[in-house]
């Protein structure tokens, strides 16, 4: 309305009827000179973004309180310091993607495990600062799997960082982590015919909580956390703080059900642009890796994770909260918008189409093939068309590719880009000023991580990097959060 009161007095200057008498001719030019300088300038800084113009007009013409304070996403500096706890089985790598491309394209840091850790940060053991590949300090972004640990994480990160994660519905989630892991787990391991039914019938006959794996088994949302995955259900005020103080660090606690949703909660958070959370679904199942949950089952389920249903509960209906402030309308549309522009990405990148889904062997190209947890389960991926580079500039097939690209894979180019600049810059600097290079703690990863990293070929020598197959106790799955609404738009992504 102020902007519209403003026209209306600068076009009745223009007419010399206001107060004052008639406008002289030269303050008349002026001012119109000066109205067609501002509109060059808003088309051009508009232009400027790209797709930026229709994502901003729709949002303009539907009044979002939001979006109107900032109609262009770029005047307001971009969030760069991000920690994300990357939970299992949640759509997690999907995010992680994301970070890694916005960090590339905004030439940030992202902390990366040590070698001794492979691509994680030595999970199940509670991280430590020593677990971060010196080349790739200080950090602006982290996103590897780890177990949360707060004080470390502040030591490792600025003071301005914002703290993100995310949760999946326990039932579905469990149903995927028993599926996943059930050739490493011993308590999956145990259960006869590798029946899911059976585990939840009797689950203390074959769950151990100190054995190897067994976060896997019970709780697995409260221990990547940091919490106590065996405390007991009835412990009301140890539930009750625990998720105090999740609330207390993390800004923002995504839901996998509602990925989407979340996605647009998380643009405004960190003010980012449309392009900065465009993504690909990655790490999933085929529909027979997946075993439908019968009735009765769901309930179970929750029951032996009692903790991670209440942390589901709590802050699924604090993501519907913060929706609901922001305006359903306004999410709507801008949800709306990024499948639009996604679906535009995905087919400039496949040809001209969407991507088809194909399985680790039928996939060419080795540094798009995903790790596949065990015979039993066959996670897919996607592989581009052989024709890509036609018509292509390098920048556009780089992003076409990393946008597929697995978490192993991708960690491991992302090291070695980031030595690389590392040692640059260390040779540059002045002779006073150069340190030794801080040495990599040799942690003990876990056993069945040393077993699986002596099957691969050795990394490239000098980058420190990671190893290129995924050992089975740090992969990580995708999940959207539910709502108090049923969503059915994210349900492939729900179902790994």
Known sequence: MQRE??????????????????????????????LV????????????????????????????????????????????????????????????????????????TVA???????????????????????????????????????????????????YVTILREPASMFESLFSYYNQYCQS???????????????????????????MYARNTLTFDLGGD???????????????????????????AEYFDESLVLLRHLLSWDLDDILYVKLNM???????????????????????????????????????????????????????RAQERLMKSCFGGRMPLLRSAAQIKNKDLRPWQPSGKVDIVGYDLPVNLSRGFSSQAQELCLKLIMPEVQYTRVLLRTQSLRYRRGYQLRPAQQSRPLQQPVRTAPPRHLQVQRGKLPAPASGTGSTSTSKPAAGTQGRTTKLGPKSSQTQASLTQK
């Open 188 to 214: 999956f391991k145990r259960v006869p015919n590798g029946s899911l039914e059976a585990f939840l019938e009797e689950p203390w006959r074959y769950y151990r909580p100190d054995e190897k794996d067994s």
């Open 37 to 108: 300088f501002i509109a060059i300038s808003t088309v051009s800084l508009l232009l400027h973004h790209g797709g930026h113009l229709s994502w901003t007009m729709e949002a303009l013409h539907l009044g979002c309180p939001a979006l109107r304070s900032h109609p262009a996403p770029g005047l307001k500096p971009k969030h760069t310091n991000v920690a994300f706890l990357k939970t299992h089985k949640t759509a997690s790598t999907t995010m992680q993607n994301l970070l890694f491309r916005f960090a590339e394209c905004n030439n940030l």
């Open 5 to 34: 009161r403003q026209e209306i007095k600068l076009e009745s200057a223009a007419r010399g009827d206001l107060k004052g008498g008639p406008v002289k001719r030269g303050e008349m030019s002026q001012k119109k000179i000066f």
């Open 229 to 255: 995955k065996d405390r007991p259900a009835t412990d009301v005020a140890y539930a009750r703080g625990f998720l105090a103080e999740v609330d207390r660090v993390f800004s923002l606690v995504m839901i």
């Open 285 to 339: 199942r085929t529909p027979s890796s997946k075993r439908s949950l019968t009735p009765g089952l769901p309930s179970k389920i929750r029951a032996w994770n009692s903790l991670d249903a209440r942390l589901y509960n709590h802050f699924n209906a604090s993501l519907w909260r913060q929706l609901s402030a922001l305006g359903p309308a306004c999410v709507a549309r801008e949800v709306k918008l990024l499948r």
């Open 112 to 162: 990366l495990p040590v070698q001794a850790c492979s691509h994680q940060f030595c999970y199940p053991r509670s991280f430590t600062s020593h677990f971060v590949h010196p080349h790739t300090l200080p950090p602006n972004i982290v996103t590897s799997h780890m177990r949360f640990n707060k004080a470390e994480m502040q030591r490792l990160m600025p003071n301005n960082t914002i």
